[in-house]
């Protein structure tokens, strides 16, 4: 079965600086990549995704880069704000776009992000 | 309505009482799925709901017991758990069981087994 490994476990940060979240992934048949945010007791929520035909996503200050020859992808945050404290997560899974079939979501173990002010 | 919503938001259960977890969604998704997340870590699929008959159960022992009634509705049932069970119980739901449909979450139920 699929294998994400995620790096950093722990990463501090200044307000205003970039933090980096790297996964990797086992099968190489994964074909999509969400990354989940989660707030202390709150849900996971989903920030950003890339599926595997992009080789880069951007959402304001946050961005995605996948590297399927190496299956690896990365989470990028720029200008760092307090508020992006948190815990990440990254998955990876396969499947047809609007498929019937089931393709189990592997999440790898998370990223605690403090930014200090 | 784009959110999942979920009852209770903690439960403190003795290992004898049963109780039940609801989840609800009105996006006209036809996936739901029910996660166990301890904590520091990330959530584990426990069961995955498709257009309301049980499609994944990964080795959950059987006192969880899984129904969706509708296609808005999933429960979790619970009987005789142990203090080990004791977690975040999240709900999800996407528009179909492929995963490349993304997930959206719960806020979960906070569950201790005394």
């Known amino acids: 079965g699929e294998n994400v490994e995620q790096h950093p476990s722990t990463l501090s940060v200044q307000e205003g600086d970039s933090a980096v979240i790297k996964c990797t992934y086992s099968?190489?048949?994964?074909?999509?990549f969400p990354w989940y945010k989660q707030e202390l007791g709150k849900r996971p929520q989903l920030i950003i995704d890339i599926r595997s035909n992009v080789g880069e996503k951007k959402d304001q200050r946050i961005a995605v880069t996948l590297n399927k020859t190496a299956k690896h992808f990365s989470l990028h945050i720029t200008e760092t704000q307090p508020e992006d404290s948190a815990v990440y997560f990254c998955a990876a899974s396969k499947g047809n776009a609007g498929g019937t079939s089931y393709g189990k979501l592997t999440f790898g173990q998370g990223t605690i992000l403090t930014v200090h002010p | 309505d784009t959110e999942v919503t979920q009852t209770p938001k903690h439960l403190v259960m003795g290992m004898t009482n049963k109780k039940s977890l609801k989840c609800e969604q009105h996006m006209g998704h036809r996936a739901m799925y029910w996660y166990k997340q301890k904590a520091k870590k990330p959530p584990e699929l426990m069961f995955v709901?498709?257009?309301?008959?049980?499609?994944i159960n990964e080795s959950v022992p059987s006192r969880f017991s899984p129904e969706c009634p509708n296609s808005s509705l999933l429960n979790l049932h619970l009987h005789a758990l142990q203090p080990e069970d004791s977690a975040l119980y999240l709900c999800?739901?996407?528009?179909?069981?492929?995963?490349?449909?993304?997930?959206?979450f719960g806020p979960g139920t906070r569950l201790t087994v005394l």
């Open positions: 999800a739901s996407s528009q179909g069981i492929s995963s490349t449909y993304t997930q959206y």
């Open positions: 099968d190489s048949a994964s074909n999509y």
């Open positions: 709901y498709s257009y309301e008959k049980l499609s």
